[in-house]
């Protein structure tokens, strides 16, 4: 199984992806998880990006585009694998969509988690709350920029997925157990 996962930040891809890592097996990628370690590190990547992902922009598409395009190739991508937070512009997707044709593979799906940016906001205010102010980005002016770059540069992505005949579109706003049912029932 080869998902994408689609969402304004906030939306709950990363919630969704984790749990779908159980049911069928196949590692969550998430971008923005492997830019947090390369901070964290402070690998030459790392010292690059952080400026950008701790004011809400994004990092070049040819960077994400490499990190994913290496990631796939682990052993443990062999069986497929859910993307959360790639791709993230149309660029990325025709990046993506390149790559999988040279390895020789394709996605199942693009999963639209759909999320009411007013309610995001309260969100990721707990989530910051919760997590003692661990991720750089999760405060309101931050995140605020976050969706506008969502608006901007990702959500033209589910047209192109549509276009595709790849598109599958859950509510976000219904309780987790839900979402998850209703993702199940969309690429089942
Ligand atoms: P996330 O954890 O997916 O919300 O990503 C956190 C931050 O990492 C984003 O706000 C961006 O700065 C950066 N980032 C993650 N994924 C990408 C991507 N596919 N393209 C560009 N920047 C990304």
């Known amino acids: 199984m080869r998902l994408v996962l689609l969402g304004p930040p906030g939306a709950g891809k990363g919630t969704q992806a984790k749990i779908l890592v159980e049911s069928y097996g196949i590692p969550q990628l998430s971008t923005g998880d492997m830019l947090r370690a390369a901070i964290a590190e402070q ?7 952080k400026a950008i992902v701790d004011r809400g922009d994004l990092v ?8 994913i395009s290496e990631r796939m190739d682990q052993p443990d991508c062999a069986n497929g694998f859910i993307l959360d937070g790639f791709p993230r512009t149309i660029a990325q997707a025709e990046a993506l969509t390149e790559m999988l044709k040279s390895k020789g593979i394709a996605l199942d799906a693009a999963i639209e988690i759909k999320a009411d940016p007013d309610i995001l906001v309260g969100r990721i205010i707990k989530r910051a709350q919760e997590t003692g102010g661990a991720r750089a980005d999760d405060n309101e002016e931050v995140l605020r920029k976050r969706l506008e770059v969502y608006e901007a540069q990702t959500a033209p ?4 997925y549509q276009d595709q005949g790849l598109l599958k579109s859950v509510d976000g706003m219904e309780p987790i157990d839900d979402v998850t049912a209703a993702i199940k029932s969309a690429i089942e």
């Open 43 to 49: 690998t030459p990547l790392g010292l690059e990006a």
């Open 60 to 67: 070049s598409d040819t960077i994400v585009s490499g990190i």
């Open 157 to 160: 992505l589910v047209a192109f």
